[in-house]
C-alpha cells in the first residue's frame, strides 16, 4: 500500500535564522511553494472540511509508514491523519508528506474518542513526527505547519477558531505540552493582517 504522493520540503536550516541570529516569525519560514495542488487534489471530489486538527505522532522517531503500521495495527485501514511533517529524525525535517487519505480526500480517522464520530468525518488531521510531551518540535515543522493551516485556511474558508489541539477535542495531551499553540496561531493572525 502506497503511503502517499508528495513530498514538499521546507526551507534550508540557514533561512530559519536571520543573520542577526534573531527567530524569523513562523511564516517566514517555509518557501513561497505553491501548494495549490496539495490543497485541491486531482481526481477526487472535495470534502466540505470545516475544522482542522492538529497532533504529535507520539514517537520521537516516527514516519507515515511506522504511523500508518500502528494505526492498522489498532484496526484502522491506513494512517488515519491527512498530512504528516517530519522532524529530521526518520524522516527529513520539516517535509510535508501527503496520505492516500488526503489525496483521495476520505474523512480523517485521527480524533480518538467519543469527539471521533462528529469530528473525523469533516476535520483534516495534521501529524507533527515526534513526541510534544518529551521535547519542542523543530522550526522547520513549525513553519510549514502554518503555511499548510494558511493553506487550507483559504482554500476551504477555515476560521482560526476551528483549528484546534488533539487536545481539545479528546481526552489526550496530543500534541504536546511543548506545542507552541499561541505562537502559531499568532502567525497565522499576523499574516491574515487581523
Not at 31 to 51: I, K
Not at 62 to 67: K, R
Not at 133 to 138: A, E, K, L, N, V
Request: proline fraction near 5%.
Amino acid at each position: 500500500m502506497a503511503l502517499g504522493a508528495l513530498l514538499l520540503s521546507g526551507p534550508s536550516r540557514a533561512s530559519a535564522v536571520a543573520t542577526d541570529g534573531a527567530v524569523r516569525p513562523l511564516a517566514a519560514q517555509f518557501s513561497s511553494v505553491s501548494l495549490d495542488s496539495v490543497v485541491a487534489p486531482d481526481g477526487a471530489p472535495l470534502r466540505a472540511w470545516d475544522t482542522i486538527v492538529i497532533h504529535h505522532s507520539g514517537g520521537q522517531a516516527d514516519t507515515p509508514g511506522s504511523i500508518a503500521e500502528t494505526h492498522t495495527r489498532q484496526g484502522l485501514d491506513s494512517i488515519g491523519y491527512h498530512f504528516v511533517i517530519g522532524n529530521g529524525r526518520r524522516m527529513d525535517d520539516g517535509v510535508l508528506h501527503v496520505t492516500e487519505r488526503w489525496l483521495e480526500q476520505r474523512r480523517g480517522d485521527h480524533v480518538i474518542g467519543e469527539g471521533g464520530a462528529a469530528l473525523n468525518p469533516t476535520s483534516i488531521g495534521i501529524c507533527l513526527a515526534g513526541d510534544g510531551d518529551r521535547s519542542p518540535f523543530t522550526e522547520r515543522q513549525l513553519g510549514v505547519l502554518v503555511h499548510l493551516l494558511r493553506s487550507l485556511q483559504e482554500r476551504y474558508g477555515i476560521a482560526s477558531e476551528n483549528i484546534v489541539t488533539h487536545r481539545e477535542v479528546a481526552v489526550t495531551s496530543s500534541p504536546g505540552r511543548y506545542f507552541p499553540e499561541a505562537r502559531v496561531l499568532e502567525a497565522l493572525r499576523r499574516d491574515r493582517g487581523n
